[in-house]
C-alpha cells in the first residue's frame, strides 16, 4: 500500500543497534506492504487515521528498510541504537488513536533522533565510547516536547564524536555514509539524522547545529534543515557543544514536515536562559505561515563573496545559480550583496573553543553516575577517535572560562550580528542567499571545506537549507537563506515556495523501496552488438543498494589482436556535457571479459536516465566502435514492484 507524499553492522552488542538482539522482527508480513519510502508526514497522518496502516505498521516498514540498508547494501551506518520500545510505545499509540483521536500531526509517527538528545529511556553517547553507557535522568526539552506530541522514536544516530566535525565519524558509531554515493561523507555533526531521513529511515530526524551541523547534513542529503533563530528553541538536555552557539531542530525531506517538527519543538523553556525572548513575542507557527506564493516579490541578496568560481566549487556554483534564475522566474528579485568586510567580521567571532570544555564539565556534573566528569577524562582515557584527538586536545587546552580573548569574541559576534542585520536593510532584501556548501561531499577519509556555516551559527541568526539540485556528479547541493531575527518563518515560506514551483530533490539510489520487504534484487541485462563482421554479447547487472555494476563480455568474429579495447560510454546530453568514455571494461587482446564496477552517484542518475552503452573498439572499427545502449527500465518498487514500496 503506497503512501505517496501528499505533495507532489557491525555490531556484535544488544546496546548498539542489532534488530535480532533487540527481539524486532526485520521484515513482518504487514512491513511488506506498508509504503514509507519518501512519504511525508500529512500522507503517513493520513493513512494513519484512515485505519489503511497503525503505527506499529509504520514502525515495522521502517525498520526493514534500515535492516536492507544501514546494516546491509549500501551499509549507511546511520544509527548508533535502535530503540528496543519502539513497537510497544505504537501499539499505545494506535489504542490511543482509537479511543480518543490523534493528539496532532505527529501522533504515531516514527522520528530519529541525534545521539547528543538526553532521553531517559535509552543512553545519551554524543557518539563517543566514554559515554556510551550514560542515561540522563530525564528527557530534553525538544524531546519531551515530540513525546507529547506522540512521536515514535525509532532509535539515535550516529553523529561526528561530540559534535565536533562535519564528517560524521565517532568512536562509538564509526562512519556513516552518504546515501547519494557511499564513498562520501554526509556532512555532519548531524549526518546519521541526515543519511537516515535521505534514507527513508524515518519519517523527521532531529540534529544540532553549532556550526553548520544541521545545515551542512541537509545539503548533502538533499533535505530542508533549519537553523533557527539563537532562543526559538530549548537545548537543555543536549550534550552541549557551545552554549551560545547550539541550536537543535528538525530535518526533512519536504518543507511543510520542516515546518510541523519546528511547530512540535520551539518555544519557551525555563531550564534555557536564550528562549525567555519568546515571552514577549507572539506565537511562532511555522505550518500556517506556508505560502506557494512567497516567491512573487520577494527581494533576495546573494552574497557574492560566497559564490565560489575556483575549480573546486564551479559545479556547487552552476547548481546554485540555476536555482537562483527559477526563484528569479517565480516572480523574486535577485540582487547581488558585495559583503565587503564579511569575513573580516567572521574571523575570531566563533566560541566553541572557549566554551566546550567547560559546558562538557557543567553537563557531565548534572547526570548521576556519569562515567566521566570532563573532556579531559575522556582525552586521558585515550576513549576518543584518534580523527578527533588533535581538534579536542586543543579544545581542553582552554585554561579558564572566562577570558579577555573569549570575550572579544562575543563581541565580534555581536559586531556581526549587527552588520548582516544592516545589511539585510540596506537591500531591503528577505534573505541573504549563498551556497550552503561550496564544495561537493568529500570522499570519506579526506577533508571537507567550503563551508559557510559561521555567517549564521556566530550571529544567532536563522539560516535555511534547502536542496538546490545536483551536480553533474549526481550529488546534492544546498542552497542556504539567512534572514533577521526571529523571522524564521518567512525563510521557511520561501523554502516552501521554491519547492513547489519544482521540487530539486531526488530519493539516493543506493536505498530504493523493498520488494516484499526486502532489498530488491540486481537488474539483469543481456545485450548484443554486431558491426564489420563482429559480433559482441553482454550480460551486465545493477546493484543499486551495492553501488555495483557487473558485467561478462564476449566478443566473437575477429582475433585477439584486432580487439582495442572496450568502454562504458556516456551519451552527450549538452555541448557543456558532451559524448565521454566513463569507465574502462578491457583493453586491447581481450574477446573475454569480465568485472565489477563501483558505481558513483552520477553513474546512478546515467544508468537510469539510460545514457550509458558499452562500445567495442575494434581494428576495422577503430573510432566509432560497435555499441549497444544499455537500458535497464524504470526502477521497481513494492510488493508488486510497483512505486511506493517500503
Not at 546491509?72 to 541504537?81: E, H, K, Q, V, Y
Not at 544541521?214 to 533535505?223: D, E, G, H, K, Q
Not at 505550518?287 to 565560489?308: F, I, M
Not at 541485462?525 to 557487473?550: C, I, K, M
Request: net charge neutral; charged share 20%; glycine share 10%.
Amino acid at each position: 500500500m503506497p503512501l505517496r507524499p501528499a505533495h507532489r553492522r557491525r555490531r556484535s552488542t544488544c546496546g548498539i543497534l542489532a534488530l535480532s538482539c533487540l527481539g524486532i522482527a526485520a521484515t513482518p508480513a504487514r512491513a511488506q506492504t506498508v509504503g514509507v519510502f519518501e512519504a511525508d508526514v500529512p500522507a503517513l497522518q493520513a493513512a494513519l487515521s484512515s485505519g489503511v496502516v497503525t503505527s506499529v505498521d509504520l514502525v515495522d516498514a521502517y525498520l526493514a528498510r534500515i535492516a536492507a540498508y544501514d546494516d546491509a547494501g549500501p551499509r549507511l551506518n546511520s544509527f548508533i541504537r535502535l530503540n528496543p520500545r519502539a513497537r510497544d510505545e505504537a501499539a499505545a499509540l494506535d489504542a490511543e488513536r482509537r479511543s480518543r483521536g490523534a493528539r496532532g500531526p505527529l501522533h504515531g509517527i516514527p522520528i530519529v533522533l541525534k545521539d547528543n538528545f538526553d532521553t531517559a529511556d535509552m543512553p545519551t553517547s554524543a557518539g563517543s565510547i566514554a559515554l556510551a553507557g550514560l542515561i540522563p535522568p530525564v528527557d530534553g526539552f525538544q524531546v519531551r516536547r515530540l513525546r507529547e506530541a506522540g512521536a515514535i522514536i525509532l532509535g539515535k544516530t550516529n553523529l561526528h564524536e561530540l559534535a565536533s566535525g562535519i564528517t560524521t565519524i565517532s568512536s562509538l558509531g564509526g562512519q556513516t555514509r552518504n546515501p547519494y554515493d557511499p564513498a562520501r561523507n554526509p556532512g555532519g555533526s548531524s549526518g546519521g539524522t541526515g543519511a537516515a531521513v535521505a534514507a527513508s529511515f524515518a519519517a523527521l530526524g532531529w540534529g544540532t547545529d553549532t556550526c553548520g551541523s544541521i545545515r551542512i547534513p541537509a545539503s548533502f542529503a538533499s533535505l530542508f534543515g533549519l537553523r533557527a533563530t539563537k532562543g526559538l528553541s530549548s537545548v537543555a538536555g543536549i550534550v552541549p557543544l557551545s552554549h551560545t552557539q547550539d541550536v537543535g531542530g528538525p530535518l526533512a525531506r519536504t518543507a511543510r514536515d520542516l515546518a510541523i517538527g519546528l511547530d512540535a519543538t520551539v518555544g519557551f523553556d525555563s531550564a534555557d536562559a536564550a528562549t525567555a525572548a519568546l515571552r514577549d513575542r507572539p506565537s511562532i507557527r511555522f505550518e500556517e505561515s506556508l505560502d506557494e506564493g512567497a516567491l512573487r516579490g520577494a527581494r533576495l541578496g546573494v552574497l557574492v563573496p560566497y559564490v565560489g568560481e575556483t575549480t573546486d566549487e564551479r559545479a556547487v556554483t552552476r547548481v546554485v545559480r540555476d536555482a537562483l534564475e527559477a526563484m528569479r522566474s517565480a516572480g523574486a528579485v535577485i540582487v547581488d550583496v558585495e559583503a565587503a568586510g564579511l569575513d573580516s567580521l567572521v574571523n575570531g567571532s566563533g566560541v566553541i573553543d572557549h566554551e566546550f570544555k567547560y559546558d562538557l564539565i557543567d553537563y557531565l556534573a548534572g547526570i548521576p553516575n556519569a562515567p566521566v566528569d570532563s573532556l579531559g577524562d575522556i582525552l586521558r582515557l585515550g576513549l576518543v577517535h584518534a580523527d578527533l584527538s588533535e581538534r579536542l586536545h586543543r579544545r581542553n587546552a582552554a585554561l579558564a572560562r572566562e577570558t579577555a580573548e573569549y570575550r572579544r569574541a562575543l563581541e565580534r559576534q555581536a559586531a556581526l550580528r549587527a552588520a548582516l542585520v544592516d545589511m539585510l536593510d540596506s537591500h531591503q532584501v528577505d534573505a541573504l542567499v549563498y551556497p550552503t556548501v561550496r564544495r561537493e561531499p568529500a570522499r570519506i577519509g579526506e577533508p571537507q571545506s567550503g563551508s559557510t556555516c559561521s555567517v549564521s551559527a556566530n550571529s544567532g541568526l536563522p539560516a535555511l537549507s534547502m536542496p538546490a539540485g545536483f551536480t553533474d556528479s549526481g550529488l546534492p547541493v544546498g542552497i542556504e537563506l539567512l534572514g533577521r531575527p526571529f523571522q524564521d518563518t518567512r525563510l521557511v515560506a520561501l523554502a516552501f515556495a521554491f519547492e513547489t514551483i519544482g521540487p530539486r530533490r531526488r530519493p539516493p539510489p543506493t536505498t530504493p523501496p523493498l520488494a516484499q520487504g526486502r532489498a530488491p534484487t540486481p537488474s539483469r541485462l543481456t545485450v548484443s552488438g554486431e558491426g564489420q563482421g563482429t559480433t559482441f554479447t553482454a550480460r551486465v547487472s545493477y546493484d543499486a543498494p551495492r553501488s555495483a555494476f557487473a558485467y561478462e563480455i564476449t566478443i566473437r568474429g575477429i582475433s585477439e589482436t584486432d580487439a582495442l579495447g572496450i568502454v562504458l560510454r556516456r551519451d552527450g546530453t549538452s555541448a557543456q556535457s558532451p559524448a565521454s568514455v566513463v569507465h574502462r571494461l578491457a583493453g586491447p587482446a581481450r574477446l573475454v571479459s569480465s568485472g565489477e564496477l563501483s558505481l558513483s552517484g552520477a553513474d546512478h542518475a546515467d544508468l537510469a536516465a539510460g545514457r550509458w552503452s558499452i562500445v567495442v573498439y575494434t581494428r576495422s572499427s577503430p573510432t566509432e566502435g560497435i555499441a549497444t545502449r544499455l537500458r535497464f527500465g524504470a526502477a521497481r518498487e513494492g510488493p508488486s514492484n510497483q512505486r511506493g514500496g517500503p
